[in-house]
C-alpha cells in the first residue's frame, strides 16, 4: 500500500536532548513537509522540501533541522534550542509543490 | 501574506442539521484551495479541492464547498450532518507554483449533538 509513515507515533525525551522523528513516503512524491501541530494554532509549516537535496524553512524553523538525501524519506531533528518542543508532529508529502498534500500519522512528542 | 482564517474555533450542530464552516483566504494569485478533515491523534484526509473550473466541488463522505472568488471564501457544506462527522476541519490553500507551499487555518472543531 501507497502511504506515509511516520514513526514512532508516541516518543518521550529529557529536556536538552535532540531527537529526530522520521518520515517514509513510497508515493514518488516530489515535496515532503513537516508541520507542528499545538491546540487551537493549526497547523504550522516547519520546512518543506520540493526537491532531493534541496529545503526551506518554514514559518517556525528556529530550533530544528531537516535533511532530504532522498526522495522517499524527509527526517526531522528537534534540538534542544527548540524552546518548547512537546507538540504533534506532521509530515505530509505531495506530487509537487502546493498540491494536495497526504499526511501520515504523526508523532507525538513529549519533552520531559 | 498568505493566510488562511477560519473565524469559527468550535462549532456544535444538530444530528441531521446543515452544517457551514467558513474559510477566507489571503493569497496574491490564483490558489489551490483544499479542506482536510481530523480526527483526534490522527493524520489529516482530504475531503476536497478546488483548482480551477467549476466553483462548486464535491469532496467525499457528502461534503461540497463553494469557491468565491469576490469574497476570497471557500465554505464547506453538507446537507446532513452525521455524529461520525464529529472532528477537526482544516481549510488550507496554496498556489500554481511547484515552488508553493501549503498554508492551513487554525481550524474549526464541529461537535454534534444527538
Known amino acids: 500500500d501507497g502511504g506515509i509513515t511516520q514513526s514512532p507515533k508516541y516518543l518521550f525525551r529529557k529536556e536538552g536532548q535532540n531527537v529526530t522523528l522520521s518520515c517514509e513516503q513510497n508515493l514518488n512524491h516530489d515535496a515532503m513537509y513537516w508541520y507542528r501541530q499545538d491546540p487551537g494554532q493549526g497547523l504550522r509549516l516547519i520546512y518543506y522540501s520540493q526537491i532531493v537535496n534541496d529545503f526551506q524553512k518554514g514559518d517556525i524553523a528556529e530550533g530544528y533541522s531537516v535533511s532530504r538525501e532522498k526522495k522517499e524519506s524527509f527526517p526531522l531533528t528537534v534540538t534542544s534550542a527548540q524552546k518548547n518542543p512537546t507538540a504533534f508532529y506532521l509530515c505530509?508529502?505531495?506530487?509537487?509543490?502546493?498540491?494536495?498534500?497526504?499526511f501520515g500519522q504523526g508523532t507525538r512528542l513529549t519533552v520531559v | 501574506a498568505q493566510s488562511v482564517t477560519q473565524p469559527d474555533i468550535h462549532i456544535t450542530v444538530s444530528e441531521g442539521a446543515s452544517l457551514e464552516l467558513r474559510c477566507n483566504y489571503s493569497?496574491?494569485?490564483?490558489?489551490?484551495l483544499f479542506w482536510y478533515v481530523q480526527s483526534p491523534g490522527q493524520g489529516l484526509q482530504l475531503l476536497l479541492k478546488?483548482?480551477?473550473?467549476?466553483?462548486l466541488v464535491q469532496g467525499i463522505k457528502g461534503f461540497e464547498a463553494e469557491f468565491k472568488r469576490s469574497q476570497s471564501s471557500f465554505n464547506l457544506r453538507k446537507p446532513s450532518v452525521h455524529w461520525s462527522d464529529a472532528a477537526e476541519y482544516f481549510c488550507a490553500v496554496s498556489g500554481y507554483s511547484s515552488a508553493s507551499k501549503i498554508i492551513f487555518g487554525s481550524g474549526t472543531r464541529l461537535s454534534i449533538r444527538p
Open positions: 505530509a508529502s505531495s506530487m509537487e509543490g502546493g498540491t494536495e498534500a497526504f
Open positions: 478546488y483548482f480551477s473550473g467549476d466553483t
Open positions: 493569497y496574491g494569485a490564483t490558489p489551490y
